[in-house]
């Protein structure tokens, strides 16, 4: 059974803080063979919100929410992570309804941008995104931006 935390930087425990940096990093910088500036200055912004999913006591699941002005002109979701183990089940879907429902409590009917790794755009394309540019590359990695209207 999953559970969702919603933290300020602020908030988070040492532990927390630790299972948010290691899940990431084990995804986005060792999974995907990507040495990249995982620590960017962002997680501690004002308004910046983490959403921590966890089965038992093992954090499965995280994305961070970022207010207008951080990443994007309108409200963002980024870094976007789950564990290895627990992909395919619809885990990430979970996810994103859970960033997005977290979002429309905090800045209601505000758009959200992402920075989708372009493999994932018909992924997030379900959720309501479209996208907003052509292919990019960010650390080496094809992605796209894409918007979800309010």
């Given at each position: 059974m999953m559970t969702w935390q919603l933290k300020l930087f602020s908030q988070l425990s040492t532990m927390q803080l630790y299972q948010l940096l290691k899940l990431r990093v084990d995804v986005f910088v060792v999974e995907q063979k990507c040495p990249y500036p995982e620590l960017d200055g962002k997680d501690h912004l004002q308004d910046v919100y983490h959403l921590l999913g966890y089965q038992g006591d093992t954090l499965i699941a995280c994305a961070r929410l970022l207010p207008k002005g951080v990443s994007y002109p309108s409200v963002s979701i980024g870094r976007v992570a789950i564990a290895k183990g627990h992909r395919g089940g619809g885990l990430g879907h979970l996810l994103v309804q859970e960033a997005?429902?977290?979002?429309?409590?905090?800045w209601p009917k505000e758009s959200i941008e992402i920075g989708a790794q372009e493999h994932l755009s018909k992924f997030y394309q379900q959720h309501g995104f479209i996208a907003t540019s052509a292919m990019y590359l960010e650390d080496d990695i094809p992605h796209i931006d894409m918007k979800l209207e309010k």
């Open positions: 997005l429902g977290a979002c429309d409590q905090l």
